[in-house]
């Protein structure tokens, strides 16, 4: 059976930076054979976490928006490819709300001691794809801590990133090869069944 890849466009630029190396990414992993799906979070209505601590009782988000039909594609996921524009050196806001909505998944975990999938571990594994305008390269910092302690919560592995800086008008991507090149590469990889499980995430970093 082909491995289901889901890549979440969070930026709020239609046809944006990463939003076009997503779309690589999943290229290549549709080349992989993999069974991909495209979403973009401003098509669908997510506010954030309103910390009303509901969930540290039910597990459940009891916020009434479009974040369950995110989730539920997130969790069905094999692989998961989440792109982000880098606003003030980390991810978008777009991004934090759907990240801030996993704590219904935190309290689960921790507060309730409900494992997220019932029959054992599955072979999940996560890339990101981050661009930012500026020369700063601390600012993938953030963005690794914050993804990984996403990841971590979706019971989903840190395998990969790719970094691209310097990279600012909209659709300017198209003129860094390289960027499309290893968005392609990395989303092949990451959709091939074989590709064992690397000791610590690839980190491409393109400056
Ligand atoms: C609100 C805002 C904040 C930004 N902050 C940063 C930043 O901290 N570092 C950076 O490198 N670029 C920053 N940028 C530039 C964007 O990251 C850059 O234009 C990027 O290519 C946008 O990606 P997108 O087209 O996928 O949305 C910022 C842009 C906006 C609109």
Redesign the pocket.
């Known amino acids: 059976m082909s491995l289901k890849v889901l890549g979440i466009?969070t930026?709020?630029?239609l046809?944006?930076?990463?939003?076009?190396?997503l779309r690589e990414a999943l290229a290549g992993a549709e080349s992989a054979g993999a069974q991909v799906e495209y979403l973009r979070l401003c098509d669908l209505k997510i506010g954030p976490c309103v910390e009303c601590n509901c969930c540290y009782t039910t597990g459940k988000c009891r916020v009434e928006d479009d974040y369950q039909i995110v989730l539920e594609k997130m969790l069905d996921a094999d692989r998961l490819i989440f792109?982000?524009?880098?606003?003030?050196?980390?991810v978008?806001s777009q991004a934090k709300m759907l990240i801030d909505r996993g704590q219904c998944l935190w309290a689960s975990k921790h507060i309730l001691k409900k494992p997220l999938f019932e029959t054992g571990q599955r072979d999940r594994r996560a890339m990101i794809i981050?661009?930012?305008?500026?020369?700063?390269t601390k600012?993938f910092d953030s963005i690794r801590l914050t993804m990984k302690a996403y990841f971590d919560v979706l019971d989903i592995k840190y395998v990969a990133n790719l970094f691209?800086?310097?990279?600012?008008?909209?659709?300017?991507?198209k003129t860094h090869p390289s960027a499309l090149k290893e968005a392609f590469r990395l989303g092949k990889e990451l959709a091939s069944a074989d590709t064992p499980l690397p000791e610590k995430p690839i980190d491409v970093m393109l400056t």
């Open positions: 466009s930026s709020p630029r046809k944006g930076n990463s939003d076009l190396l792109a982000t524009p880098i606003f003030f050196m980390t978008c981050a661009v930012g305008g500026s020369k700063s600012q691209v800086n310097k990279v600012d008008a909209r659709g300017a991507i």
